[in-house]
């Protein structure tokens, strides 16, 4: 059976930092947690898809995950992302993951050989890792980056397994979050995978989400879990409509370029990206501090 685990509130899916040589920096990731950790976060998703985990060789995820592991305090949850095109390796990793510390593994879809990603493939690889992996496994639905979406029906299946314990949903679909909530025994916990629709799925039933957002906005997001749990829905919903185009500026408009030059604004270390992604110029990070002073995570 799975261990209990709570997924209610905000988490990150942390920025892996690079000096200017391009290695992985691990003082700075430790400094980062460091700081992290006196906000109202739950916990920390590490070498998600804002890791940059797609350009780390493996011999670097693991020394970032134990780094982690010795930074991030018994109060918080250590959750690493595991997820890699073959079923093999990414048990593998999900194990070294568990050995290093991480209490949980999020594990992208594989998608390489999307037309054979069926239903039956996807039930299969979470099936089988979620058999053998010593920590709950928590699905990662990202269909802008995979291609790939993950439907209730698969969804659904893979929610009555024992040790999977939760989804990160990425799509924005919070009709099919809906299904899912409905549908999945109670225990099984939906996250929302974007701040941008934090708001509309805690309504339909979210515990919280793993949003790129909450790395330079953790109170905001915080507030708005917050007020929906105290039934402050105007409160809630000021917050949620102020932070869109903050939200937009370090996803879908910049990426992680983006989230690294809002890291650097509000003075934490974001540094620069590994190629081929490209750093942001001089007034693309304008751009990015401007937004983020009128979502009022930055003072002016």
Not at 57 to 69: F, H, R, S
Not at 237 to 253: F, G, P, W
């Given at each position: 059976m799975?261990?209990?685990?709570?997924?209610?509130?905000?988490?990150?899916?942390?920025p892996t930092p690079f000096d200017s040589r391009g290695r992985v920096d691990h003082e700075r990731l430790a400094q980062n947690l460091e700081k992290w950790q006196n906000a109202p976060l739950i916990g920390f998703a590490v070498l998600g898809s804002n890791g940059e985990a797609v350009l780390l060789?493996?011999?670097?995820?693991?020394?970032?995950?134990?780094?982690?592991?010795k930074a991030i305090d018994g109060d918080h949850l250590f959750i690493a992302g595991t997820g890699c095109e073959s079923t093999p390796e990414t048990l593998e990793l999900s194990e070294e993951a568990a050995r290093l510390g991480a209490h949980a593994v999020l594990i992208v879809t594989p998608h390489y050989y999307r037309s054979k990603m069926d239903h039956h493939s996807l039930v299969n690889h979470?099936?089988?890792?979620?058999?053998?992996?010593?920590?709950p496994v928590i699905l990662y639905n990202m269909p802008a980056s995979t291609g790939i979406d993950l439907s209730a029906e698969t969804i659904l299946e893979l929610a009555g397994h024992p040790n999977i314990i939760g989804l990160?949903?990425?799509?924005g679909n919070v009709v099919k979050m809906g299904q899912v909530v409905e549908g999945a025994d109670d225990n099984f916990?939906?996250?929302?995978?974007s701040g941008s629709f934090l708001l509309p799925a805690l309504s339909i039933g979210a515990r919280g989400g793993v949003m790129a957002l909450a790395s330079v906005a953790p109170h905001q997001l915080a507030g708005i879990v917050s007020g929906f749990d105290q039934g402050s829905l105007d409160k809630a919903?000021?917050?949620?409509?102020?932070?869109?185009?903050?939200?937009?500026?370090?996803?879908?408009?910049f990426g992680i370029p983006g989230l690294k030059a809002a890291l650097d604004c509000i003075g934490m270390y974001g540094g620069p990206v590994r190629g081929p992604l490209v750093d942001l110029n001089e007034q693309q990070r304008e751009e990015v501090r401007a937004t983020m002073i009128k979502a009022g995570i930055l003072k002016n």
């Open positions: 799975a261990k209990e685990i709570s997924l209610k509130g905000c988490i990150p899916p942390i060789k493996a011999e670097e995820k693991l020394k970032v995950w134990e780094t982690a592991g979470y099936s089988h890792i979620a058999d053998r992996s010593p920590v990160k949903e990425s799509s916990q939906v996250l929302a995978g919903r000021e917050m949620q409509l102020r932070l869109i185009s903050a939200n937009a500026a370090v996803t879908t408009k």
